[in-house]
T-cell receptor, first 109, second 119 residues
Framework: KNEVEQSPQNLTAQEGEFITINCSYS?????LHWLQQHPGGGIVSLFM???GKKKHGRLIATINIQEKHSSLHITASHPRDSAVYIC???????????FGSGTRLLVRP | EAGVAQSPRYKIIEKRQSVAFWCNPI?????LYWYQQILGQGPKLLIQ????????DSQLPKDRFSAERLKGVDSTLKIQPAKLEDSAVYLC?????????????????FGNGTRLTVT
């Protein structure tokens, strides 16, 4: 079993829909990152969080440390949100990062 | 602020040939990572540097892969000889790093990657 699991693996939505991507992990962490990767492009860091909730524009990230679970929400989704979203956790008190395999999102106009 | 620079952007080589990738992190970033990302998978850490010292190279195939960061700034990753299964995107990332617990949680900055095709 992978230490970081994302669901769903693939997601297709209509423009305007509310989207949720989930990340569960089994190790102790000091922080969790949500990353966005466009086709052929590099990776952009969206959020880094260790507790609670963060919001940036239409994106919201939450984390529940006790349940070892995080969610990334996209409100009023748009075709330009189409990308792979990757969850990565920083193992507690170390430099080690463990990545999930990503969620491929396609938003249709 | 200039981002993480990587070159080349694309590389096509035949198996058993050698290849080298270059990365220049954001100025002042102590921590530098090399990741391998095979199509459809998340990035896998190959090697992590803290300044010019290696922090983690446990997943680096040392019989064919090598990396260095001699002056604690830019870094090169080499594959010699390449195999078909090395076809992937090689990503370089950097973070502020440093010492102390807060350094573990510095934001990550990624380069655009080098797409390697081994034929």
């Amino acid at each position: 079993k992978n230490e970081v699991e994302q669901s769903p693996q693939n997601l297709t939505a209509q423009e305007g829909e509310f989207i949720t991507i989930n990340c569960s992990y089994s190790v102790g962490i000091s922080a969790l990152h949500w990353l966005q990767q466009h086709p052929g492009g590099g990776i952009v860091s969206l959020f880094m969080l260790s507790s609670g909730k963060k919001k940036h524009g239409r994106l919201i990230a939450t984390i529940n440390i006790q349940e070892k679970h995080s969610s990334l929400h996209i409100t009023a989704s748009h075709p330009r949100d189409s990308a792979v979203y990757i969850c990565a956790v920083r193992v507690d008190s170390s430099y080690k990062l463990i990545f999930g395999s990503g969620t491929r999102l396609l938003v249709r106009p | 602020e200039a981002g993480v620079a990587q070159s080349p952007r694309y590389k096509i080589i035949e198996k058993r040939q050698s290849v080298a990738f270059w990365c220049n992190p954001i100025s002042g970033h102590a921590t530098l990572y090399w990741y391998q990302q095979i199509l459809g998978q998340g990035p896998k850490l190959l090697i992590q540097f803290q300044n010019n010292g290696v922090v983690d190279d446990s997943q680096l195939p040392k019989d064919r892969f090598s990396a260095e960061r001699l002056k604690g700034v830019d870094s090169t990753l080499k594959i010699q000889p390449a195999k078909l299964e090395d076809s992937a995107v090689y990503l370089c990332a950097s973070s502020l790093g440093g010492t102390g617990l807060s350094s573990y949680n510095s934001p990550l900055h990624f380069g655009n990657g080098t797409r390697l095709t081994v034929t």
